[in-house]
């Protein structure tokens, strides 16, 4: 009953004025959680360098990625082939049942990101596993505060927000159809970050 009146009074805020729904929940784990979190992810996560394809030569950027799911999906973005993991890393169990309690929502997948500074960032972006009304992705973020943008990819709008450690946001409805996003870089001095980002993948869709 608290969770569902949780969210229900998250939702009656929307980060963004039209075409889509962005709740910020806000920090849904107590510091030390949090920290905890941190540390067994920085140290019990295969991370992989994140690559692309970029005019015919495989870029790989300073970010660092892993991508557990259910199933073996798998899928083809910025010219580069995906497979997820199998889902064996129990930490995430955990955190999958809060962020589902939390959002109302069921996830297959969870996509991490590492940021080891300031300078390390994600340029603007759509989740096209995730276009649709009914459509979920629900976010957390650990370790440095960041910026986290939006930008509409038809109108002249645009919101942003900073994310702390332990805090929460909700992405649905239209919201990667009409709306980019990215993390945005700093110079300013800012610790490492990692975000998990669950969502429930398409299993009988082929995205490229």
Not at 189 to 208: A, K, M
Request: proline content about 4%.
């Amino acid at each position: 009953m608290q969770a569902d009146l949780f969210l229900a009074q998250a939702e009656s805020l929307n980060l963004l004025p039209c075409d889509g729904q962005v709740h910020d929940l806000g920090l849904v784990l107590a510091k030390r959680e949090a920290d905890e979190l941190l540390h067994q992810l920085q140290h019990h996560v295969p991370w992989q360098a994140d690559t692309a394809l970029i005019a015919g030569q495989r870029i790989t950027s300073g970010r660092q990625v892993a991508w557990y799911a259910d199933q073996p999906y798998r899928y083809f973005h910025s010219g580069v082939l995906r497979e997820a993991k199998r889902w064996d890393l129990p930490v995430l169990d955990a955190i999958r049942d809060r962020m589902e309690q939390l959002s109302g929502a069921k996830f297959n997948s969870c996509v991490l990101n590492r940021y080891q500074d300031g300078s390390q960032g994600m340029g603007w972006h759509s989740d096209p596993e995730a276009q649709g009304p009914h459509s979920v992705i629900a976010s957390l973020s650990l370790g440095g505060e960041r910026k986290f943008a939006f930008k509409h990819k038809l109108l002249d709008e645009r919101r942003a927000i900073f994310l702390q450690h332990g805090q929460v946001i909700v992405m649905k409805g239209d919201t990667q159809r009409y709306w980019l996003h990215a993390v945005m870089r700093t110079s300013r001095p800012v610790g490492p970050r990692i975000s998990l980002t669950f969502r429930d993948f398409p299993e009988s869709e082929d995205w490229t």
